[in-house]
């Protein structure tokens, strides 16, 4: 290798390698064959997908599982576009990829030559960065920094742009650990004046509560989130991304909360003295109505990213760093406080408002879940679609551990779930099984990835938890629209079992509650690959509790109501 | 509160696309860039960018932070009612006939702006200063033809030893 040239191409192999990739994927094109072509010589595993949004979703469950970098590798102009969706959704959650786009050649740049695609242009706003190269030497830094911004800090998607002379030609640049990245910043440490003020006012609540997020367990933070929240003896809830970092069956745990949340979250929220924000951001999912939303409660609010200060509401505290780092500053600093009627309050409430569905009628998803959840004993990694039985997973299936659980938060991409559950099989040091819960809506959206599945035999219990309804739409219908139900039905799906067997995959159904359990079983004992359980549910369930978008906290509904109910004024 | 102009000076790290990620984070919220002035800095790696934009000043915060995330932009700050010599030219075509030029030129000389181009019908008069300043002249010379005008768009540099 000493005195031979190496391509473009064979470089950022090369990078990838150094990086310490092992497995990416992908989906082949003209502009890309110089790349597919250096691999080959290269012992990284390139998963071949069967569309790029896949691939994307692929890299973000990888990244999402393992916490390194999840890439994937495509051709230039389809090929990129099918990208955009998986590039959104990895930006909204935070979440580490690199997207490897071919393009045409540099002269053709600008001349709508064959499937040339303005990538980087079309992804600005999507990305956390992006490169357009337009010289082979460029690449040891670029590949360099391109790991680096997507992994560090609040991570994100970062967009390799890449024409086809830049990768076939020659690069005679030294491999490099230098970067040029004057404008980035990486924040540790939060101020220690910060910090202070942070513990003053823990010290002076008699009601607080941690609300944990995304940022807490990309952080790696779970162990100080624990350590803080039993120092203190303060109750914990958790959005939706956050679960997992810090356990569910914790006596302080108050589950999730938000508009499909706990009511034991929910009322904690509306009744804290303090609500302290770790690595998450106060999304329109979790606050309902702002200026209503914990309005005599002092707001703290740790996060990595300084524009997120602010953003949303204006926290008496804003503590910028890294959660676990800033946690480590603020633990010396805190002593137990006298919340132990607080606490007991909150576990009253928990007796008293537990999460329930009803048993009645025909198969819940409630109980397939609750059931698979029974199951493993909760070990398992979890993904899921969007839409109800997104919500019931996070409600239903123990999640006490972190990075156990895998869901389109930000974005709500309907289509993740499943190759989210590939990708992260492929990084899934655990030992537990895989469990992929999609509708039967969003699963259609790229089921193509059964194939993908069954070529490499991955561990997966696909469980296609069909209502024959764009669910979450039908109830939005119904409790909103007069049950006006327009273009939510799902006539045509076809017979799931069917489908996984023409790929080689065997299919199981339930069908009633009683049969859930055995068959589920069965699910989890098969160990020749992937396993689809066709779960054919009662059609108008409606996920409770629910507070409508937009309303007050106070507004939350805890069952199906008998009124028709005024239309949500806040966003989808 | 109220919506006024705001004064912001990035400095960026000199790459293609840094323009457009940073129209992108105003853009977004269908906020409006009034004026936008680019330069590379002594040092050609750099450029400083001064921007002017109206809105809403806790938009405008939130947008400056959002602008000073971003990837090539190594800081970004908000001058408005800093202690910063803010600066434009502007080039005003006016129509005059030979006997109105006196008078022109006579408003010319009160603002210290001079003309550049001279015609038997028109005139391009150079003028430059504060904002205020600009506006004055122009509403002045509307008494005359102003055939049209273009603005630089303020620069924006700290008074005293430090960097802007
Ligand atoms: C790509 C995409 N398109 C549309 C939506 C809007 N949407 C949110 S939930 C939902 C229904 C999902 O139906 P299904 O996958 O069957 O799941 P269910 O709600 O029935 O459990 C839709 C259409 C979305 N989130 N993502
Ligand atoms: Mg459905």
């Known amino acids: ?572 | 509160m109220i919506d006024k102009a705001h004064s912001i000076s990035l400095l960026v790290a000199n790459r293609p696309g840094v323009l457009v990620r940073i129209a992108l984070v105003f853009s977004r919220r269908g906020y409006n860039i009034d004026s936008l002035v680019v330069s590379p800095t002594l040092d050609p790696n750099f450029s400083r960018m001064n921007i002017i934009a109206h809105g809403n000043p806790e938009i405008l915060m939130q947008i400056i932070k959002q602008l000073e995330k971003l990837v090539d932009v190594v800081q970004a700050k908000d001058h408005t009612d800093t202690n910063a010599v803010e600066k434009e030219l502007a080039l005003i075509k006016v129509r005059c006939s030979p006997d109105q030029r006196t008078e022109v030129l006579q408003l010319c000389d009160h603002f210290k702006a001079h003309t550049v181009d001279m015609t038997e019908k028109s005139m391009i008069i150079q003028i430059t200063g504060s904002s205020d300043k600009v506006d004055n002249l122009k509403s002045l010379l509307q008494k005359f033809e102003i055939v049209e005008y273009i603005r630089t768009g303020k620069v924006i540099m700290l008074r005293g030893e430090d960097k802007t």
């Open chain 1, 1 to 572: 290798m000493a005195n031979k040239t190496l391509s473009g191409a064979e470089v950022i192999i090369e990078c990838l390698k150094r990086e310490g990739v092992d497995t990416i994927f992908g989906y082949p094109g003209g502009s890309a064959i110089p790349m597919f072509d250096a691999i080959l010589d290269s012992n990284i595993k390139v998963v071949l997908t069967r569309h790029e949004q896949g691939a994307t979703h692929m890299a973000d469950g990888y990244a999402r599982q393992t916490g390194k970098v999840g890439v994937a590798l495509v051709t230039s102009g389809p090929g990129a576009t099918n990208t955009f969706t998986g590039i959104y959704t990895a930006l909204m959650d935070s979440s580490p990829i690199v997207v490897l786009a071919a393009q045409t050649t540099t002269p053709n740049l600008g001349k709508d030559a064959f499937q040339e695609c303005d990538t980087s242009g079309m992804t600005f706003a999507a990305v956390k960065h992006s490169y357009l190269v337009k010289n082979s030497n460029d690449l040891p830094r670029i590949m360099k920094e391109a790991f680096h911004i997507a992994r560090s800090g609040r991570p994100g998607p970062v967009l390799i742009d890449l024409p086809k002379d830049v990768t076939a030609g020659p690069c005679t640049a030294p491999f490099t650990d230098k970067m040029d990245l004057p404008g980035y910043k990486i924040p540790t440490h939060a101020p220690i004046q910060a910090v202070e003020k942070a513990a003053e006012f823990l010290k002076k609540s008699k009601k607080p509560l941690l609300l944990v997020g995304h940022g807490a367990m990309i952080s790696g933070a779970s162990r100080q989130v624990r350590e803080l929240a039993e120092k203190l003896n303060a109750p914990v809830c958790c959005t939706m991304l956050g679960l997992g970092a810090f356990p569910t069956d914790h006596e302080l745990s108050l589950g999730m909360l938000g508009m499909h949340g706990t009511v034991y979250a929910n009322k904690a929220v509306l009744d804290c003295d303090l609500i302290f924000s770790i690595g998450s951001r106060w999304d329109d999912r979790i606050t309902g109505k702002l200026d209503v939303f914990c309005k005599d409660a002092v707001k703290m609010h740790l996060d990595i990213d300084p524009a997120e200060e602010g953003k949303v509401l204006q926290p008496d505290v804003f503590l910028c760093g890294d959660a676990k780092l800033v946690l480590e500053q603020l633990l010396p600093m805190v002593n137990k406080l006298d919340t132990a009627d607080w606490v007991k309050t909150c576990q009253s409430w928990k007796k008293k408002f537990p999460l329930t569905y009803p048993k009645q009628g025909g198969l819940r998803m409630q109980h397939v879940i609750a059931t698979a959840s029974k199951l493993t004993g909760g070990k398992a990694i979890v993904t899921t679609d969007v839409g109800q039985h997104q919500m019931w997973v996070a409600q239903f299936f123990d999640i006490n551990y972190p990075r156990q659980l895998h869901s389109s938060g930000g974005a709500g991409t309907m289509g993740f779930g499943f190759p989210a559950a590939i990708g992260a099989s492929f990084g899934n040091e655990t030992g537990w099984p895989v469990l992929s819960f999609s509708g039967d809506g969003g699963f259609q959206m790229t089921e193509a990835e059964l194939a993908t599945a069954a070529i490499h035999k991955l561990p997966i219990k696909i469980f296609v938890m069909d209502n024959k309804y764009l669910g979450m739409v039908r109830q939005w219908q119904e409790l909103f629209y007069e049950h006006r139900y327009s273009s939510v039905d799902m006539q045509g799906n076809p017979d799931f079992v069917k489908l996984a067997e023409a790929y080689g995959i065997p299919g199981l159904r339930i069908k009633r509650a009683a049969d859930a359990e055995r068959v589920i079983q069965k699910a989890l004992e098969y160990k020749d690959g992937p396993i689809l359980i066709h779960c054919e549910c009662e059609k108008e369930d409606n996920v409770f509790p629910m507070i409508p978008a937009g309303a007050p906290i106070t507004s939350m509904i805890v069952e199906q109501p008998k009124a028709q109910l005024e239309k949500p004024t806040g966003s989808t």
